[in-house]
């Protein structure tokens, strides 16, 4: 043999092996760094509904008792969430306004507090928001948190109703609409809390800025609402990150040059080998008694099949016939596939399973020593990994 078709052939045997641990090293995972895929348009919507109470805090309202000043107040939204940080609802609210104003003429005077009449207000319309999830955008996206908190900003375009005497008396009040229409602003802080996949209870803490129309100052009015709420999502309420590859590092270049080095001594080794057996005369060859019987199987399998069987059952009757004779049984897997942990159980079960069957084919247990070989049996290169996964049986020494 050349010495360059020796050395390819260890080349090649090398490569093969890098190869092959490199593929089974890199990994697909999910990397929130890489950004979030959006799902489609028709995932992560929600409907949502609130209750709670509404306080009027203008100067001239703080003249009646702060809890005279609690009102109803409720909103119905429908919104989406965009991404896990950003989302937007659309709704309707309805708000009361408890406070003072001037020039209603109101009558009895227990109706009034320090000469200015009391007033009460209703509030509905359209309204509007530009969500931010705080706790996924400081804390990450978890599919599973049970607590969220997010950030709300946006408007609402009111239209206003309110109390007017009936007559001159001022005895008797009944609701009118004021014919104004009002652009509010507001922004507040929704904690949710998650019970299922797709139902939430929060609490909403809102400050509503407007034009407060209800005196002739017409000073803006600061409105501040508590509200209970309940949201229920729609469809696919999670989000997934991109999976990546993850490479192994770059190995380090000695440990293939050593193993080069190796290689080149081996072969002027073979090649003195060579020389020398070609300088001898012929000699007569000695055959290497080969395994009583050997089971073969197909890769990550152990169990024995029918043909197999009948193989064991024969190498059974011929153990049974010399009973003082021991035999070694030997589990064998490749090392070019799977991990070592996955090809040591295979060889323990594979080993475990011939023995088991030829104890179960009248074999005493005594004759029979299972042991397990961690290389590979023909160390041939992957082309011939097939006659590594094995179970061999010999006669013992």
Known sequence: MKKSSILAFGLALLAGSAVAQNAQEVTYVEDPSQGYLFNKFSSNWFIQAEGGVAVGFTDKDSKRNFSDRFAPAASLYVGKWFSPIIGARLGA????????????GARPWENQVDGLDKTKINY???????????????????????YNAYFYAGGALYWQMAKFPKNDAATEFEWKDTKDKLISIRAGITQEFNLSRHFALGLDLRAVA??????M???????????LSATYKFGNTEWSAPVVPVCPPAENCDEYRARLQAADARIADLEAQLKACLSRPVEKQVVVKAPLA??????GVYRLTSVDRKV?????????ADTSKKFTLTGWADNYTGTDA?????????????????????????????TTNNGNRVDLGDKCLTLDRAVTIEVAE
């Open 93 to 104: 609210d309805f708000l009361s306004v408890k406070g003072v104003g001037e020039g209603l």
């Open 217 to 227: 100052n017409r000073k803006t009015a600061i409105v501040g609402e508590a509200l």
């Open 294 to 299: 050997t089971i073969y199987y197909p890769c």
């Open 210 to 215: 407007f034009d407060n129309r209800s005196d």
């Open 342 to 370: 996955i090809n040591t159980r295979l060889r323990e079960n594979r080993v475990n399973t011939v023995k088991n069957q030829l104890v179960k084919y009248g074999v005493s247990a005594n004759q029979l020593n299972a």
């Open 312 to 320: 064991l059952n024969s190498v059974a009757n011929v153990m049974k």
């Open 124 to 146: 509905a319309g359209p309204g509007f928001d530009v969500m931010i999830n705080l706790t996924n955008w400081w804390c990450g996206y978890k599919p599973n948190r049970v």
